[in-house]
């Protein structure tokens, strides 16, 4: 069986708030491989392809939030001054990237099997409020769809993790150089997975 | 206040890489509240990892004699152990192995900033090997290596972190492993609690 790897970003709220290490112990512990590593600000544009600029995403983001408002009965046009899903979509981006830039990221490639399903479950539902207990984003936050709205802003959710292998391998394409990546073996690995060479 | 904020430099080893430490380790310094400006895994060559060190020979005959020292408080025959007891000939020798333990894996090297950081970050490690450290320290939570052992196996104190000893090592460290690099200031959420 092949090993994966799945690209970690832990966000400028988890940051201010003292939790890198607390996330990173999270893989740690489960017995992901960190083989890539780095704390810095991010570029704008490094925070621009990483999410995708396709007008269907934009539409598809706008309409999540579309949908949301009218659940809610909120104005969409009053709250956001506009009811068109793709400029909705464009905005939520930039929210994002302002979110991105307020402190340093720290980024990280972890490694194992099944990486990316993996992480997916360690760190729960993307919604924090919906988030089980003993996932990252349960433990560390309870921010919620409808706050964030009301202030204009994405959800602020401790990390953001590769939804898919392809997306993974786009991610850490974006953000690290194939140097910055490195391979060694864990001293519980054997251990761990007893592998038939 | 400003004239009590200082950075340090900080490394974490491959031994305790390749633990899976490197979160708990983090931990330690976030909690006490100390800020991180930079970090970055790496996997130094050789020259690197000398030109960390001073390396001249007064610094090598330091460290030879603090081998010397350890080996006495230890009761181990330095010269039958390491083919000789004098100083400088000692610190050479350690200074190399010292290299190949850094080389066993890759390492996270990083800056933290914060008031007296530079003290409380050696005060939370504790003593250089792990088996002198006091309770409650880093190195004494998660290693038991000392020179005695160490030396039974023909190898160097895994020294598992890394910290600046006084200002001007930090500077100096610091500049060597970012260079010139500005750290852009951001807030931690205890910054307003003790820092206004």
Do not use: C
């Not at chain 2, 899976?20 to 400006?37: A, P, Q, R, W, Y």
Request: net charge positive; proline share 4%; glycine share 6%.
């Amino acid at each position: 069986m092949e090993k994966q790897q799945a690209l970690i970003i832990i966000k400028p709220d988890a940051v201010q708030r003292g939790l890198i290490g607390k996330v990173v112990k999270r893989f740690e512990q489960a017995g992901l491989k960190i083989v890539g590593f780095k704390f810095d600000w991010a570029s704008e544009e490094k925070i621009i392809t990483h999410y995708p600029s396709r007008e269907d995403w934009f539409r598809k983001v706008g309409e999540r939030t579309l949908t949301n408002y009218a659940k809610k009965g909120l104005d969409a046009k009053k709250l956001l001054g506009t009811d068109d899903a793709l400029e909705i979509g464009k905005m939520v981006k930039r929210w994002l990237i302002d979110y991105l830039r307020e402190s340093p990221l720290l980024l990280m490639v972890v490694e194992g099997y099944e990486a990316i399903e993996i992480v997916r479950k360690l760190s729960g539902n993307t919604i924090p409020l919906l988030a089980a207990p003993g996932t990252i984003r349960g433990d560390f936050s309870i921010d919620n769809i409808d706050l964030a709205n009301a202030n204009r802003r994405p959800l602020r959710n401790i990390i953001h993790a590769s939804d898919t292998l392809e997306d993974s391998k786009r991610e850490i394409e974006i953000w690290f150089t194939p140097k910055e990546l490195f391979s060694y073996k864990r001293a519980d690995e054997e251990i761990m997975f007893k592998l038939k060479q | 206040m400003d004239d009590f904020i200082e950075r340090t430099l900080i490394i974490i080893k491959p031994d305790a890489v390749q633990r899976g430490l490197i979160g708990t380790i983090f931990e330690f310094f976030e909690n006490i509240g100390l800020k991180l400006l930079v970090a970055k895994m790496v996997r130094p060559e050789e020259d690197v990892i000398r030109k960390h060190y001073p390396g001249t020979k007064e610094w090598v005959i330091e460290m030879g004699q603090k081998t010397l020292t350890s080996f006495k408080n230890s009761g181990i025959d330095v010269k039958k152990t390491m083919g000789t007891d004098d100083p400088y000939q000692l610190g050479k020798f350690v200074y190399d192995r010292l290299i190949k333990y850094w080389q066993e894996g890759p390492i996270i090297v990083s800056v933290w900033e914060g008031p007296h950081a530079i003290e409380i970050a050696r005060k939370i490690r504790g003593h250089t090997i792990p088996y002198l450290s006091p309770p409650g320290t880093i190195h004494a939570f998660y290693s038991y290596d000392s020179s005695p052992l160490s030396a039974s196996l023909n190898r160097v104190v895994k020294t598992f972190i890394h910290a600046s000893g006084n200002k001007d090592e930090a500077q100096r460290e610091i500049k060597y492993w970012f260079g010139n690099m500005e750290f852009k200031n951001y807030e931690r959420d205890i910054d307003k609690l003790y820092l206004k």
